[in-house]
């Protein structure tokens, strides 16, 4: 038997952690072998809400799920962790745009940033899947000056997941018969949800539906999917937003074989991406590891949409620079 690995979930009494926190502790993030020590964080108001959940997953009885810690102490939940999810912050409520949230949930990231510098193993692995992600992302990147930057990343396999589900109803298809799908840039409605290289069954995507059809109604259906979501629910999307943050971590820890995948990393310059700004990438791991797909050509239909997702993530970066000291 493997030694448990400690992952900690913060928001763990929240509406995404209800579902995510559930599939962990089955297997699902890290595999049917790893044992896994669960590390939950609230905010004090939460904690009683957040015993239920602990008390849930007790009569689960997984067998992988070796301990549960519960606390509203960041030290304890981040101390020693090789995985962290970052869910916990505020939700977009109807009307609300990304920006609303930059300030009030920054503040979370760079306490938390600055905690995972101080607590966490060396090779934490982080997602961030609290609004704006990959905002939120840098600012705890940027607050853990000891860690790699490498290992900051934030959430866009929910947006990648969407644009699968839409092509291949689109085309008649199943989703796995889809390849090379792309989401580039920011979670949000900027984002560049792109099949210039997907193929559909082996043929080019490109060839199976008409131009019209991917700008104005494929680009602007999964830009638009989670105020579709919320407009309908009434709150944001949790059970598929989970489903995704399994999805990531999974990939990145156990590999993509091959596949692409779309996951929002710090840039390293690749396709004109100023360095450092957390952008959402086609990407392929392996390993452990993850790479930037290189080498594909930009149209200018493609370019355009790329930098107009770049000046968002930049202003985000400018309104928040304050927070960064
Ligand atoms: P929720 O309000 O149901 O749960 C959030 C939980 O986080 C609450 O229980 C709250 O007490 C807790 N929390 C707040 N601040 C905290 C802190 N500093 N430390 C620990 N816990 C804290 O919200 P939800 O629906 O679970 O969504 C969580 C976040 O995920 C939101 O920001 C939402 O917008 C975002 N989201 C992202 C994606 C994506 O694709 N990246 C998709 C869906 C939702
Ligand atoms: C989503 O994409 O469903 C979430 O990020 C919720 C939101 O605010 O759009």
């Given amino acids: 038997m493997k030694k448990p690995v400690r992952v900690a979930v913060t928001g763990g009494a929240g509406q995404i952690s209800y579902s995510l926190v559930f599939a962990i502790a089955s297997g699902q993030l890290l595999g049917p072998d790893q044992p896994i020590i669960l590390q939950l ?34 030290k304890t939940a981040f101390t020693d962790i090789e995985y962290a999810l970052l869910v916990g912050a505020k939700p977009r409520g109807p009307g609300m745009e990304r920006n609303d949230l930059l300030r009030d949930n920054g503040k979370i990231f760079t306490t938390q940033g600055k905690a995972l510098n101080d607590y966490a193993n060396r090779n934490v692995k982080v997602l961030v899947v609290g609004n704006p992600a990959n905002t939120n992302a840098y600012i705890a990147m940027r607050s853990a000056p000891d860690l790699n930057p490498k290992n900051f990343t934030a959430m866009t396999r929910l947006d990648h997941n969407r644009a699968l ?159 960064l000291g």
């Fill in 41 to 74: 964080l609230e905010m004090p108001v939460a904690m009683e809400a957040l015993k239920g959940v602990a008390m849930e997953l007790d009569d689960c009885a997984f067998p992988l799920l070796h301990g549960i810690v519960t606390t509203d102490d960041v």
């Fill in 165 to 323: 589900s839409q092509l291949s109803a689109k085309t008649g298809t199943k989703v796995t018969d889809i390849k090379k799908m792309v989401i580039w840039g920011n979670h949000s409605s900027t984002q560049y949800p792109d099949i210039t290289n997907t193929t559909v069954a082996g043929k080019a995507a490109k060839s199976l539906v008409d131009q019209n059809w991917i700008a104005n109604d494929f680009i602007p259906t999964v830009q638009q999917r989670g105020a579709a979501i919320i407009k309908a629910r009434g709150k944001s999307s949790a059970a598929s937003a989970a489903n995704a943050a399994v999805d990531h971590i999974h990939d990145w820890a156990l590999g993509s074989n091959g596949e692409w995948v779309s996951m929002a990393v710090p840039s390293d310059g690749s396709y004109g991406i100023p360095e450092g700004l957390i952008y959402s990438f086609p990407i392929t791991t392996a390993n452990g590891e993850y790479s930037i797909v290189q080498g594909l050509e930009i149209d200018e239909f493609s370019r355009d949409r790329l930098t107009k997702t770049q000046n968002e993530l930049e202003e985000e970066r400018s309104a928040i620079a304050d927070l």
